[in-house]
């Protein structure tokens, strides 16, 4: 397991990750994904997603938050982002630090 990463994502969002050693897993939806998340999970130590899957199944990522590996990270979809992932990382940062450091002035 060691080093591998994977993306789950739609095909076109996914695919150009395979040029540069990133195992891509296409999925068409999120039911889709939630299964592709659980069969790969005990083989990658971190696993990509983009943001329109991740926040379908937020339920289900939050299972795996709790544990080391795999490290699950949301990243925009080739659309572009919808602020999942920002939010993530915002309420993470948040409950380490105890401070939203990302708050407007």
Do not use: C, H
């Not at 993306?7 to 296409?26: E, Q, R, T």
């Not at 080391?68 to 993530?88: A, D, L, M, R, T």
Request: glycine content about 8%.
């Amino acid at each position: 397991m060691k080093g591998r990463i994977a993306i789950i994502g739609d095909g076109d969002s996914v695919l150009v990750f395979k040029s540069v050693g990133v195992a891509p897993f296409a999925v068409s939806d999120p039911k889709e994904a939630e299964k592709t998340l659980d069969r790969i999970a005990k083989d990658f130590e971190i696993i990509y997603i983009t943001d329109d899957l991740a926040k379908e199944i937020d339920g289900k990522l939050k299972k795996y938050t709790a544990k080391s590996y795999p490290i699950i990270v949301s990243i925009p979809s080739k659309e572009g982002s919808n602020g999942y992932g920002e939010q993530n990382l915002n309420d993470a940062m948040q409950k380490a630090l105890g401070i939203n450091i990302f708050a407007d002035k």
